[in-house]
């Protein structure tokens, strides 16, 4: 399947691979797949969570089983029933809406959720019901993915089964849950396009665009400083603030994506790297937390420019 090679294609390319003793695509879809089957057999949420990541590469239906499992031993956890909703998303009999629902209760000021379902909107879609999903993500005060909570959880437990050195679990897992946990943000790029001539919908997108700023990746981040400098005039304070975003984040991320190679080469490394997951909610500061460990600066230089969108950086660093 296209995304097992994927998956294949980024833990090849991780640290400490060129190390290992069968450095084949067969012997990493083995050893992934043994991962998960070990996960699969044990209780802890955590354990469960990881094996759906893992086994979503090729078997749909049984990774939105074992989420559910996961959500259902933690049911507190915002982190895996967003987990769970995602991957019942891509399951033909699943209904993701009461889990929806379990989320919004637990985190109300979250809206991923509407994020998410505007992703499904079509041309048979009503407008009333495009209205609303926009009303509620305007209303959200953050987009949050969970992102390093999630990572920081599973990793462990994949790193617990010792088919896969260090470097290359952290990669799997970041590799894997990248495919799932982040969704498509197309659903609000359209509405929030069309805006015109309605400036009550340009008041909802820019509404959305601030929380998006507040969430926890840094793809959210950049995707509501695209969406707040294309629905203010150029030369506003709130379009120039998004573009100075824009420019410090892609640095940080194109930074902190050249100097992982050196950190992530051994279970020191990664035990660091985690440990920063798990103390931070954003992703940003953990990349800038990174940056300076490593002695550099987060800052960009003056004149420091980003390349074209397409070869910027959209997604966490590591991945």
């Known amino acids: 399947?296209?995304?097992?090679?994927?998956?294949?294609?980024?833990?090849?390319?991780?640290?400490?691979?060129?190390?290992?003793?069968?450095p084949d695509a067969q012997?990493?879809?083995?050893?992934?797949?043994?991962?998960?089957?070990?996960?699969?057999?044990?209780?802890?949420?955590?354990?469960?969570?990881a094996a759906a990541v893992l086994a979503k590469v090729s078997d749909a239906t049984r990774a939105e089983q074992l989420a559910g499992r996961a959500s259902a031993a933690a049911p507190k956890r915002p982190d895996l029933l967003w987990l769970h909703a995602q991957l019942c998303h891509d399951v033909q009999a699943c209904d993701r809406s009461a889990i929806d629902s379990k989320l919004q209760s637990l985190d109300p000021d979250n809206g991923a959720v509407f994020i998410a379902r505007l992703h499904d909107v079509d041309s048979h879609t009503e407008t009333r019901e495009i209205d609303g999903l926009l009303a509620a993500a305007a209303a959200s005060k953050r987009v949050?993915?969970?992102?390093?909570?999630?990572?920081a959880h599973l990793t462990p437990a994949v790193l617990s089964?010792?088919?896969?050195?260090?470097?290359?679990?952290?990669?799997?897992?970041?590799g894997a849950a990248s495919v799932v946990v982040i969704p498509i943000f197309a659903g609000v790029n359209g509405p929030c396009r069309n805006w015109m001539p309605s400036e009550d919908r340009r008041t909802q997108c820019?509404?959305?665009?601030?929380?998006?700023?507040?969430?926890?990746?840094?793809?959210a981040q950049l995707a509501g400083a695209n969406m707040t400098a294309a629905l203010w005039p150029a030369d506003?304070?709130?379009?120039?603030?998004?573009n100075e975003t824009l420019r410090t984040l892609s640095y940080q991320v194109s930074t902190n994506g050249a100097q992982a190679a050196r950190r992530l080469v051994d279970a020191a490394g990664v035990t660091r790297y985690?440990?920063?997951?798990?103390?931070?909610?954003?992703?940003?500061?953990?990349?800038?937390?990174?940056?300076?460990?490593?002695?550099?600066s987060p800052t960009p230089p003056a004149n420091w420019r980003p390349g074209p969108p397409q070869e910027r950086a959209l997604?966490?660093?590591?991945?």
């Open 161 to 174: 089964t010792k088919t896969l050195p260090p470097s290359q679990s952290v990669v799997a897992v970041i």
């Open 1 to 22: 399947m296209k995304t097992v090679a994927l998956l294949l294609l980024i833990v090849a390319a991780s640290p400490g691979y060129a190390a290992a003793d069968e």
């Open 206 to 219: 820019r509404a959305i665009a601030r929380a998006l700023l507040q969430g926890d990746t840094a793809i």
């Open 274 to 296: 985690l440990d920063k997951l798990a103390r931070y909610r954003r992703e940003q500061d953990v990349i800038v937390a990174e940056i300076v460990e490593a002695g550099g």
């Open 144 to 151: 949050d993915f969970y992102w390093n909570a999630l990572i």
């Open 315 to 319: 997604a966490p660093a590591t991945r």
């Open 27 to 49: 012997g990493l879809e083995s050893a992934v797949g043994n991962a998960a089957t070990m996960l699969a057999e044990r209780n802890d949420p955590d354990s469960l969570a």
């Open 236 to 242: 506003s304070r709130e379009a120039l603030a998004a």
